[in-house]
């Protein structure tokens, strides 16, 4: 059963939307429709932060409680909006009065052009509703995704740290049980589901629902984040027949640790789980932190970045040299294969009709296993790998000294398919660790890649940094104090 109808809170209004495009974004949604132009349109595609705007949930993990987070509205589909509150700039202050977080913008000489300036305070908006006095590294991480060209960021900053200082209660806290009774009325309804110019939408409840709909129309396009997918949209102009939204299925929306491995439901968008991937994983977690900007780790899932099969996706190379696995579902029948017999070649993967990801499962460490993590990008932060190397080492002491008792080595951006190096693995499995061995490593890759040039690196470029890699993973096991990464003298 579903509701024609999407229904969602705008600010504080009740907004109600049908026979619209579901291929309309919220950005398209709020300046064409609603005629709200403060979200402004920079580049369409998630990377300036100029169209950020708050969306509102009701918190799963805390009953009666909201989840306040930011969002890049040009590439976020408007079916994906029911059951939430859409916050936006013209909404902030109270009658005359600025709210605090455009207040602090003006006070500390925050805008000059002021095109960027709505995305910044919506984002440090949603950082104060989530955390009252945030610290200068949360600031920067949550002001990473937006991008401005005039005013420098040493004010902007500023502005963000002492926001909430002295604050007074906003108009949204004024209204919180409302919108809380309200969005909890949302979340009864059937699933909605949208039609607009011969294009339609659903947003299915659970797992059941989900697999009714594929199974119908097996042709379907999944959409979660849409963080890739919209590009398809706002980039390429394409149009996509019908969309099944998953961010409302339960079953595919959850965390869950086991004795030995934790498992992440496909449509769990990354900033609700990087903290328990870098609690296991340092450099898995620091990684993830460079996947996007925080608008796009708000909306952005892993299912999404392993599904789409793309040869740079930051993620699968980890889970490969994990031994990651991935639960697939059709009509009812699920079944696990590892992560790595995912892929076959480009853009192509062993899902048959009507198959969907259902979770990703990844084991814990245990002593002396090891995961390293290096992405190369043109830029640190919101940028697409150009090579990543993924190495997880298992080493055991024995008397000639640590020998590598299990190891696999993944690339992303090496090949048409993120994949292992089973020559180099070869070479250092069952040996130890040694100058030696990493160099008869290096050159054991170059029969494992045939590399390619595009506009990110040339071929020869990736082969020799995807080489030397693997000695940066020796240099930084023989001594655990050497600081060899870019973040630690930036």
């Known amino acids: 059963m579903t509701n024609s109808t999407v229904r969602f809170l705008l600010n504080n209004d009740v907004v109600s939307i049908e026979n619209i495009d579901p291929n309309l974004t919220v950005l398209q949604y709020l300046r064409e429709i609603q005629f709200n132009t403060g979200t402004k349109e920079g580049c369409a595609s998630g990377d300036c932060g100029a169209c950020t705007v708050v969306l509102a949930e009701l918190d799963t993990d805390h009953a009666g409680q909201l989840h306040y987070k930011s969002i890049n509205s040009c590439i976020t589909f408007v079916g994906s909006l029911h059951g939430k509150q859409l916050i936006t700039v013209e909404d902030l202050k109270d009658g005359v009065k600025l709210h605090h977080a455009q207040q602090t913008i003006v006070d500390n000489h925050g805008s000059q052009c002021g095109f960027c300036t709505p995305g910044f305070v919506m984002s440090s908006f949603a950082l104060h509703k989530q955390k009252k006095t945030p610290n200068r590294a949360e600031v920067l991480e949550a002001l990473a995704g937006n991008l401005c060209r005039c005013t420098g960021y040493r004010s902007i900053i500023e502005a963000a740290i002492t926001s909430s200082v002295d604050s007074e209660e906003d108009s949204f806290a004024k209204h919180y049980q409302e919108t809380v009774a309200t969005l ?3 979340q009864k309804l059937p699933a909605p589901s ?42 390429n102009l394409a149009t996509i027949n019908k969309l099944v939204y998953l961010g409302n299925v339960e079953e595919l929306t959850t965390i869950e640790e086991t004795d030995t491995e934790i498992v992440i439901g496909s449509a769990l968008p990354y900033s609700k789980f990087i903290d328990t991937l870098h609690h296991y994983y340092p450099d898995l ?17 892993l299912g999404g970045n392993v599904g789409n099969a793309s040869p740079i996706g930051d993620m699968p190379p980890a889970l490969i040299a994990l031994g990651a696995t991935m639960t697939l579902h059709v009509a009812g029948v699920e079944r696990t294969i590892l992560v790595e017999d995912y892929f076959v070649d480009y853009k192509k993967t062993v899902l048959k009709p009507a198959e969907f990801i259902k979770s990703i499962q990844i084991p814990k460490p245990t002593a002396g296993q090891t995961l390293k993590l290096y992405k190369i990008s043109k830029r640190l932060d919101d940028d697409i790998s150009a090579v990543l190397a993924a190495i997880f080492i298992e080493q055991k002491s024995e008397s000639q000294g640590q020998i590598i008792n299990n190891i696999r080595i993944a690339f992303g951006g090496m090949a048409a398919i993120p994949k292992r190096a089973p020559a180099a693995e070869a070479v250092l499995q069952g040996n130890t ?55 630690n003298y930036a």
Do not use: W
């Open 194 to 235: 949208l039609a607009g110019n011969g294009h339609d939408y659903v947003a299915p409840k659970n797992i059941d629902e989900l697999a009714y709909e594929l199974t119908s129309e097996p042709e379907s396009t999944l959409v979660a984040g849409g963080t890739d997918l919209a590009l398809s949209v706002t980039q």
């Open 433 to 487: 660790l040694t100058k030696e061995s990493v160099a008869q490593a290096k050159i054991a890759l170059a029969t494992d890649f045939q590399p390619m040039s595009d506009v990110r690196a040339s071929d020869k470029y990736r082969m020799r940094v995807a080489q030397n890699l693997i000695e940066k993973c020796y240099l930084e096991l023989q001594s655990r104090t050497i600081e060899t990464r870019v973040v």
């Open 184 to 186: 909890t009325e949302f």
């Open 285 to 301: 977690g620091e990684m993830i932190e460079r996947i996007g900007s925080k608008q796009v780790r708000n909306t952005g899932t």
